[in-house]
């Protein structure tokens, strides 16, 4: 059997950057930033008033106190986006509002709750600083300087960033295609009547959620039954940079995703995990295919553990970490495999979302888990107070 890391080395050996793709703020929440956002001039672009008050002279004013005020002429108003036209001279001052600029001349700005003002005087009691409220050019940022790097994920924060820049447009990962097949004669879909057998097919609307919250798009190649020729077909035909089926890909009697693919280039083995031993990898016509098995909480596990890194590594997201997490009761393992147990948060450590312990059929009892424990292949029990690697789900 295959180890986990390395099926997943592989998996991540398949894969490949989809290429970029200019789009509009208004469109690029949430995508992968291809490269840098840089400042074209300053930041402000211009001295601004912090405040509402008076922009003057600080010299005019130093000798300003509360028995000897000074009084200025008020000679015009700077309002943003209406600056004052002309200079701020001696014995003068323009009234002013905030992000407004402060005109030529002035060197500071007093609060207008600070001062005595008529509509054309204003009574000073005291000096301000050189420089008092005013947002200096290029405070936030100087021409040329960095204001969101490459390799984020797009925020309204970091979209914030960039129109302040000016930019209408940023250049960003493309959305890698991802292409998944759900088989099987025994599925029917959600709404659908149950015959003798036959369950409702709930992969397809995982994966189609899933890959969608990576950042992907998915492309659903529909429901195919027990045929190989029906699953080459549908595999055969994909527009994708990777495809994904799941079940079939066992060692029954009746394993369509093997029988159609094995063949034409998916090579199948079986990996050291539980849920998820029996798997697929190769290419189909040049396209990445990841085969997965059919059942439900399989199929989570092997997205978190294979899929998502693949899709991640293909817009340059990094991975997410496990952490160390306490067991809080004790639970079996499966020799020789490692173990990934879909687990709950509960008073600083977990616990299995489950009395049925990691089975693939579980799959109700997905909702209620936060995320899931991992356990080393070498380990037979899980004993309460024993550290697991924990993450919390991140589809």
């Not at 004052?84 to 001052?93: L, S």
């Not at 940022?141 to 960039?162: C, I, T």
């Not at 089926?245 to 009697?253: L, N, R, Y």
């Not at 496990?322 to 809080?328: I, N, S």
Request: net charge negative; glycine share 12%.
């Amino acid at each position: 059997m295959r180890s986990a890391a390395e099926h997943l080395a592989q998996v991540l050996a398949l894969v490949r950057e989809p290429g970029f793709e200019a789009v509009p703020l208004a469109g690029a929440l949430g995508r992968m930033l291809a490269d840098h956002v840089v400042a074209a001039g300053a930041i402000p672009p211009f001295d601004n008033s912090a405040m509402d008050g008076y922009a003057v002279r600080a010299v005019d004013v130093a000798s300003a106190s509360e028995s000897a005020p000074v009084g200025l002429e008020v000679v015009g108003e700077s309002a943003a986006g209406h600056p004052y036209p002309g200079t701020v001279g001696p014995g003068t001052a323009v009234r002013i509002m905030t992000g407004a600029p402060v005109p030529a001349g002035a060197d500071a700005v007093i609060p207008q709750e600070r001062v005595a003002a008529t509509a054309t005087s204003v009574l000073v009691d005291a000096p301000p600083a050189l420089g008092a409220h005013i947002r200096r050019q290029g405070e936030d940022a100087e021409p040329g300087s960095l204001v969101v790097p490459a390799g984020v994920e797009l925020r309204p924060r970091h979209l914030a960033a960039a129109a302040s820049c000016g930019v209408a447009q940023v250049l960003v990962t493309r959305r890698p295609r991802v292409a998944f097949l759900v088989t099987g004669d025994e599925l029917v879909a959600p709404g659908g009547a149950l015959g003798p057998g036959q369950i409702f097919e709930s992969n397809a609307t995982y994966l189609a959620a899933a890959l969608a919250s990576l950042g992907a798009e998915p492309v659903d190649l529909g429901t195919v039954g027990d045929s190989g020729t029906d699953v080459l077909a549908a595999v055969s035909g994909a527009d994708a940079d990777l495809v994904i089926t799941t079940g079939g890909a066992s060692v029954g009697d009746h394993d369509p995703v093997k029988e159609g693919l094995a063949s034409a280039g998916v090579s199948f083995l079986t990996v050291a995990i539980q849920p998820g031993k029996p798997q697929g990898l190769g290419r189909i016509g040049g396209v990445p295919v990841v085969c997965l098995p059919g059942n439900p909480v399989a199929v989570a596990v092997c997205v978190e553990v294979f899929v998502a890194p693949a899709v991640r590594a293909m817009l340059g997201a990094s991975e997410p970490a496990w952490e160390p997490m306490r067991a809080l009761e004790a639970w079996r393992c499966p020799p020789g495999r490692e173990q990934v147990m879909p687990v709950v948060l509960d008073a600083g450590g977990v616990r299995p979302a489950t009395s049925g312990g990691s089975g693939s059929h579980l799959v109700a009892r997905l909702a209620v888990a936060d995320g899931l424990a991992r356990v080393r292949a070498d380990a037979d029990a899980v004993e309460a107070g024993d550290i697991v690697a924990f993450r919390r789900f991140t589809v």
